[in-house]
């Protein structure tokens, strides 16, 4: 007999997480280090990222999504950039972003809430986690630390769509909020698009990511302007991308149950 997908109904494409982890409300405080510069962190940084977690992603990618990038870039960049994705994994977001870029470092702004765990807090750091702070003194800092980490030719992940929708083939609508920072450090962005396809054998779909940029912010526009266009930009490469899903692993559906 065939087993039914999963259906999942959603309200507000903006506000609802269907994560299903529960994580305490937390910020960050104004001493808070961004930037840990203890040389012992520092070695134990280039362990967790480059001896740990940047072959487990590698290989997890390959062996539970049978990940496969399309890479429509037109310029490779050498120096600092950001990179758009939209949010519809687990483990896969985190890992996912890193395969792109296997030799760049890369850096993810996260909700402080994923750090909130003292066992796994400074590993997840290590690993290039940036919190973004809700109180004007400390996001100052985490300003700093985003311009320092650009500087040093670092790749800054962002997830405009903020929350998890497992699976989910769509593109759902995002703000304009986090488009700011490329057009403050004047960077380039790049899109990524996560798509799904079925496996021949395995419940788990098929990952292809399709990697477009680079896009720059013009210089005859305003700062709200050009973070506007550029958030346009992101959208719709997103949304013609998200098209070559061709597998629906969960059903989302709007309304109540």
């Known amino acids: 007999m065939k087993k039914e997908k999963r259906v999942i109904y959603y309200n507000d494409e903006l506000k609802d997480d269907f994560a299903g982890v529960s994580k305490p409300d937390i910020d960050i405080a104004e001493d808070f280090k961004f930037i840990n510069n203890n040389i012992f962190w520092r070695i134990l940084s280039f362990i967790a990222y480059r001896i740990i977690m940047k072959p487990f992603a590698f290989i997890y990618c390959k062996l539970k999504f049978h990940l496969k990038i399309v890479d429509n870039t037109t310029k490779k960049i050498q120096g600092g950039c950001f990179l758009y994705c939209n949010h519809t994994l687990l483990a896969g977001d985190a890992f996912i972003p890193n395969v792109i870029k296997f030799f760049k470092k890369v850096y993810v702004i996260v909700n402080p809430e994923n750090i909130a765990s003292s066992g796994t807090k400074n ?47 769509g593109i759902r609508h995002f703000k304009s909020v986090s488009f700011k920072f490329p057009v403050k450090f004047n960077k380039p962005i790049f899109v990524s698009t996560t798509t799904f396809q079925k496996k021949k054998l395995g419940k788990t779909p098929k990952v292809t990511v399709y990697l477009e940029g680079p896009f720059y912010a013009d210089k005859d526009l305003s700062a709200k302007e050009n973070a506007e266009k550029l958030c346009e930009k992101a959208y719709n490469t997103m949304l013609r991308n998200s098209k070559n899903s061709t597998y629906e692993h969960i059903i989302y559906k709007k309304g109540a149950e």
Request: glycine share 6%.
């Open 123 to 169: 590993f997840i750091l290590m690993n290039g986690a940036i919190p973004i702070p809700k109180a004007i003194k400390p996001f100052k800092n985490f300003l700093k630390a985003i311009e320092q980490r650009i500087l040093k030719g670092g790749m800054i992940t962002l997830y405009p769509e903020a929350h998890i929708w497992p699976y989910y083939t």
